[in-house]
């Protein structure tokens, strides 16, 4: 978080070690509650310092919350199949979608624009997308939003 309160999402693939580390450590700190900081951060590879400086401002982007929005963009193949494909995706995994367009297709591909609810239910959003992501006919996804 910045200091004017703004969030980023950013993918897991960009962040510096130091920072994966401190989720690590902060998820053995969860499972574990007789684990002091030193083991956690020690087994996570990362200096006490650099959990402290930045343990308050990076968290897993799957920690679901209901009633939470997601708005994300997709560039896809205009081929048939394909977008039920996602929208079976986003089924399996019981969010709600809440608006859904789809440009005239350019050249064969098309983007979609896809806001969908985090219920009690949902499954993890990350993994969602990551599968929407690898399927047939998908160029690319992006995050717009995260309300």
Same mark, same amino acid.
């Given at each position: !978080? *910045?200091? %004017?309160?703004?969030y980023y999402v950013v993918?897991k693939?960009a962040?510096?070690?130091v920072?994966? =580390? +401190? +989720?690590?450590?902060k998820?053995l700190l969860? #499972?574990?509650?007789? !684990?002091n900081?030193?083991?956690?951060?020690?087994? @996570?590879?990362?200096?006490? *310092?650099?959990?402290?400086?930045?343990q308050?401002?990076?968290f897993?982007?799957?920690?679901?919350t209901? =009633? #939470?929005t997601?708005t994300?963009v997709i560039?896809m !193949? %205009?081929?048939?199949g394909v977008l039920s494909n996602v929208?079976?995706? +986003?089924? %399996?995994?019981?969010?709600?979608i809440?608006?859904i367009?789809q *440009?005239?297709? $350019?050249n064969g +591909?098309?983007?979609?624009?896809l806001s $969908?609810a985090?219920? @009690? %239910?949902?499954?993890?959003i *990350?993994q969602m997308?990551?599968?929407?992501?690898?399927l047939? =006919?998908?160029?690319?996804l992006?995050i717009? @939003?995260?309300?």
């Open positions: !978080m *910045s200091k %004017d309160g703004t993918r693939k962040l510096p070690e920072l994966l =580390g +401190v +989720v690590e450590a998820r969860a #499972q574990n509650p007789r !684990m900081i030193q083991q956690a951060v020690d087994q @996570a590879g990362i200096s006490r *310092s650099s959990f402290y400086k930045y308050d401002d990076i897993p982007f799957h920690e679901n209901q =009633g #939470q997601i994300f560039q !193949m %205009d081929e048939p929208l079976q995706q +986003v089924a %399996d995994n019981r969010a709600n809440l608006t367009h *440009s005239i297709p $350019v +591909v098309a983007l979609l624009t $969908v985090v219920l @009690a %239910d949902t499954g993890d *990350s997308l990551e599968a929407i992501e690898q047939e =006919g998908i160029h690319y992006k717009l @939003a995260r309300e």
